[in-house]
């Protein structure tokens, strides 16, 4: 069920922008922020599925833009803020979501496949949060909230080493010391970086494995209640609606069951 936006909601009047939308966490997020009354740019590489939340945001009378980019590439990444900017004029809230996780042993590995966690789950994040920040800091300066907050989508990868996930596990670790660096450097002008970190969920990311190792992913999840991307969702919602003193700078959600 999609949520009627809030004209008057905790968002109202300011803009975000939502990578990884096209699917899972991402467009969760999206879906959550519009019915706060937030005006939602939607950013991915699958043009189609943008074009379909979009309608889902529009037809309920919520504001939503489809840009669909490659933020691997900085001048696209840039392009995508850009783009959400000069549409609603601001930009409060960023969640850097998209992410890819190719698991497998590091010896004998296919390297293209740690090139592409990095250069997408590192590097096309740090290049969102390089465009965004000016932005976040004139949100936070001059804005109905007078705060702005950058969400980091981790995973208990960031902090919790398993075999099988080495690449992974170091793509999702730079994310959190790029994130703490960044915090330190913007949160005197009231724009808050937060890490989110969640375990297993039912999104799509196991099919980027190979049909073995995907095997083995389900079989580990067969006896656990994953969490659904709603609930990131929600975890997201929570940190950017804090008041403009409260900053949640780390939040590590797994589902009851999870042991690690």
Do not use: C
């Not at 840009?67 to 850009?82: F, G, K, L, P, R």
């Not at 293209?112 to 590097?123: A, G, Y």
């Not at 990311?205 to 995907?214: A, E, F, I, K, S």
């Amino acid at each position: 069920m999609i949520s009627q936006p809030q004209a008057d909601g905790p968002l109202a009047g300011t803009a975000a922008l939502v990578t990884g939308a096209s699917s899972g966490i991402g467009e969760g997020t999206a879906l959550a922020l519009a019915a706060l009354g937030a005006r939602v740019t939607v950013v991915a590489r699958r043009a189609d599925r943008l074009d379909v939340l979009v309608e889902k945001i529009t037809s309920t009378g919520g504001h939503a833009l489809a840009v669909s980019a490659d933020i691997t590439d900085e001048e696209q990444a840039h392009s995508a803020v850009a783009r959400a900017v000069e549409a609603y004029g601001r930009l409060d809230t960023v969640v850097a979501n998209a992410g890819v996780m190719i698991l497998g042993p590091i010896t004998g590995a296919d390297t293209t496949d740690w090139r592409r966690m990095l250069e997408l789950n590192t590097l096309g994040l740090m290049y969102t949060a390089h465009a965004a920040a000016p932005h976040l800091l004139e949100a936070a300066a001059d804005g109905p909230r007078r705060v702005a907050d950058l969400v980091l989508v981790s995973s208990t990868a960031g902090r919790v080493v398993r075999g099988g996930g080495g690449v992974y596990n170091a793509s999702k670790y730079a994310v959190t010391a790029f994130g703490e660096a960044l915090r330190r450097e913007v949160t005197r002008r009231h724009v808050r970086v937060s890490l989110v970190e969640p375990g297993a969920v039912e999104t799509e990311l196991p099919l980027q494995n190979r049909p073995d190792v995907r095997e083995r992913m389900y079989e580990r999840y067969s006896t656990m209640e994953r969490l659904r991307p709603a609930d990131v969702a929600d975890t997201i919602t929570f940190i950017v609606t804090r008041p403009r003193h409260v900053a949640v700078n780390e939040v590590l959600v797994r589902p009851t069951e999870q042991q690690d």
